[in-house]
Nanobody, 123 residues
């Protein structure tokens, strides 16, 4: 299984970025997907997750209402639309693939990971 993220970059506070993750190597639509992030010197943390058909999603409290996770099972992609970005959103963002259909917050539920994409929000 390969997960390849794209779309990171540098943005000013209050701006928007959209991340995308392309999956290959398995039937994408059979599994939940998620985004995590890791700031320098900190643990990798949950951001958002979406169930196998996209009918259910979860968000970390600090991004609720600002970020939106979505998926396109025909294109094997999961996306994260990030609006009203804050400097504290600065991190490497990782796409993660689950082995089950349900969206979960625990990174141990995700055996497949992308290489990460840097998001930097300047104040």
């Amino acid at each position: 299984v390969q997960l390849v993220e794209s779309g990171g970059g540098l943005v000013q506070a209050g701006g928007s970025l959209s991340l995308s993750c392309l999956s290959s190597g398995r039937t994408f639509g059979n599994y939940a997907m998620a985004w995590f992030r890791q700031a320098p010197g900190k643990e990798r943390k949950f951001v958002a997750a979406i169930s196998w058909r996209g009918g259910f999603s979860l968000y970390e409290d600090s991004v609720e209402g600002r970020f939106t996770i979505s998926r396109d099972n025909d294109k094997n992609t999961v996306s994260l639309q990030m609006n009203s970005l804050k400097p504290e959103d600065t991190a490497v963002y990782y796409c993660a693939g689950s082995s089950i259909i349900y969206a979960r917050r625990d990174l141990n539920e995700y055996p497949y990971w992308g290489q990460g994409t840097q998001v930097t929000v300047s104040s």
